[in-house]
């Protein structure tokens, strides 16, 4: 069991074959944070044994998860393990659901007015922000982007990636292939077969 944390570019490809079952957690920005204290900075880019982050938490996790009979029972283990671990959790504070309403936005708030909103400056916010979610408040929006694109051209894969760019904010293909071979390391076009077989 493992622990993938925020990933700013692609480093790793796995190719499995056979019968593979995997059950994944996902965590709202900030979630993670907020249930185990961990900075998130420790995390950015890499995959790490569950133990040796979360202590023998993980264990109950895995063993509440592996004994479950069929994915319903598996997704309940998950809920009944992630309320008993939020009882003894900090809140998530305002950069926390800051950082998710950039999200929702796709990457387009400006960081300067979430930092006003959050009555800090944008070095002290940028620094929280880092801490909670794990990437600089830029590159988290910049990765939101491109994720919204990917989502958008999967949903309609007709549409142009020219026009989903543009949509998504970009002011030119240009910019979005940049990011693609940044944060992908490929042509959009590859990437994009490559990430549609993962879902």
Known sequence: MVIVGPQSYRSTRLFMAGSIHVFTIGFQPGGFHALFGVPMTELVDQGAVARDVIGAA??????????????????????????????SARPVDQVGWLAAALQRSGGRLRIKALAERAMLSERQFARRFES????????????????SVLSAKAQAPQSTWTELAHRAGYADQSHFVRDCQALAGAAP???????????
């Open 58 to 87: 993980a264990s109950d996790l895995r063993d509440a998860v592996m004994l479950a009979p069929d994915f319903g029972a598996r997704v309940d283990a998950a809920h009944r393990w992630t309320a008993m671990r939020m009882t």
């Open 132 to 147: 909670q979610i794990g990437l600089k408040p830029k590159l988290f929006a910049r990765t939101v982007r491109f994720n």
């Open 189 to 199: 076009r590859d990437f994009f077969s490559e990430w549609l077989q993962s879902r």
